[in-house]
């Protein structure tokens, strides 16, 4: 008998994506659903699925089990978010205001604002404070569904500020039942002090932060913003060449608002993931959908800045890409925390079917953080990170907007929000 201490029954729709590990090009149109089936997990970690009969020849509930109802619902993995800049300080709506009359994200940096202007308060703020903000946004995140986040640091520029952001994060998810991966970012923006100098900056980061970070395992990536204006292609490459030598694995926020080979640069370095592809060239998916890299897309950048024009899902999907979703939550581009969001704005935005837009906000999202064997998926050996909504099948998911289907989520086989509110320990 197979005892577990944590009982999900009478699940009417149980949706999987379409593989425990990551789907790419015309994988992505299949998900695995079944029905009436009940999910057993010991410690938090899943040891049965199956129907109600199999469980009553094959399982028992430990005394004092956590037994939780369905009630016939519709069931699917928590969602997996990966890719946002959760430890900032402050926020920019006036900056907001101006994007609304036609001012561009690169006029607004060259006022003073964007990136820097928040680097400025994110120095002021104190650890605790910080702390605080990121348990707070980590909590609306919950609420919508997402129970594994990444979370970028890269509003510090230098090394006190860099390491709080990190340092917050670590102490935000130790009281926080959402999961949260780190990355290093503080390649985001070239601060004053280095001005011209962008070489010596990413010297300074390789030099002086990153092997901190590494001693102190703050964080399991570095990312880097390759753009005009910001990061070239060769420093780039530069950088995360010497960043992987340190041990990290590597990112980059790529062709986000100009094609210059960034993503093709993703693939020849076997980065974990390609960021943003907004302005991603044809021969540029030659080269990156066949790799082991993922193109996280982030619609919410497009939606937020109305560029009037998305990441090209469905070149990427044809080409045999693999395709993952985030929100980059974040106060300039994407003050967007809710995947939930940013599921709908790929089905209606970026014209990604429903199922591909549920692979991936789940599987292909948890492989773009290496976390697709613990998360992503409901399946033998994972985490019980499970959601509960009151909606007939998944396809009305995408149907009725507005409505918040989430009530219940499992983290690690713990109940942790329950009517639509978060449970305290």
Request: include cysteine; glycine fraction near 8%.
């Amino acid at each position: 008998m197979i005892a577990v201490d944590t009982l999900i029954r009478n699940i009417g729709q149980l949706v999987n994506p379409g593989s425990d590990f990551m789907v790419r090009g015309k994988e992505a149109d299949a998900l695995r659903i079944q029905e009436n089936v009940c999910i057993g997990a010991r410690q938090g970690v899943i040891r049965f699925i199956g129907s109600a009969a199999a469980w009553q020849s094959n399982c028992r509930l430990e005394p004092g089990g956590l037994e939780v109802d369905a009630e016939g619902g519709l069931v699917l993995p928590g969602f997996v978010d990966p890719h946002t800049h959760l430890p900032f300080a402050g926020t920019r709506q006036d900056e907001f205001g101006l994007k609304l009359q036609g001012v561009s994200y690169q006029e607004i940096a060259r006022r003073g604002g964007g990136i820097k202007g928040t680097v400025r308060k994110t120095r002021d703020i104190g650890l605790q404070d910080l702390v605080a903000v990121c348990r707070k946004r980590l909590d609306q995140m919950l609420l919508c569904g997402t129970t594994t986040v990444e979370a970028k640091s890269g509003y510090g520029l230098e090394l006190e500020t860099e390491l709080k952001q990190l340092q917050a994060l670590r102490y935000a998810a130790e009281r926080h039942p959402l999961t949260v991966v780190p990355t290093f970012m503080g390649a985001h923006e070239i601060p004053d002090a280095f001005l011209g100098k962008s070489r010596d900056y990413l010297d300074h980061l390789l030099r002086d932060i990153l092997p901190l970070v590494k001693e102190k395992q703050l964080a399991d990536f570095v990312d880097i913003f390759c753009e005009d204006g910001y990061f070239s292609y060769a420093e780039a490459e530069y950088y995360l060449r010497q960043a992987a030598a340190l041990g990290f694995k590597i990112k980059i926020h790529a062709d986000e608002f100009t094609s210059n080979g960034a993503a093709e640069l993703a693939a020849r370095l076997n980065a974990v993931s390609a960021e943003h592809l907004i302005a991603i060239s044809d021969e540029e998916i030659k080269r990156i959908a066949p790799s082991q890299t993922a193109c996280v897309l982030l619609p919410g950048v497009s939606f937020f800045l109305k560029l009037g024009r998305y990441a090209p899902a469905q070149k990427i999907l044809a080409a045999d890409g693999i395709v993952a979703l985030g929100t980059d939550f974040n106060p300039g581009s994407s003050m967007i925390s809710s995947q939930l969001l940013i599921f709908h704005l790929a089905v209606f935005q970026m014209g990604l079917t429903i199922e591909q837009a549920l692979n991936a906000v789940t599987i292909n999202a948890a492989y773009a953080i290496h976390r697709q064997h613990q998360v992503g998926s409901l399946a033998l050996n994972k985490k019980l990170d499970l959601l509960l909504l009151d909606i007939p099948d998944y396809q009305y998911l995408a149907y009725h907007l507005g409505i918040h289907p989430v009530h219940t989520v499992l983290k690690a086989g713990k109940v942790v929000v329950r009517n639509r509110q978060i449970i305290d320990d």
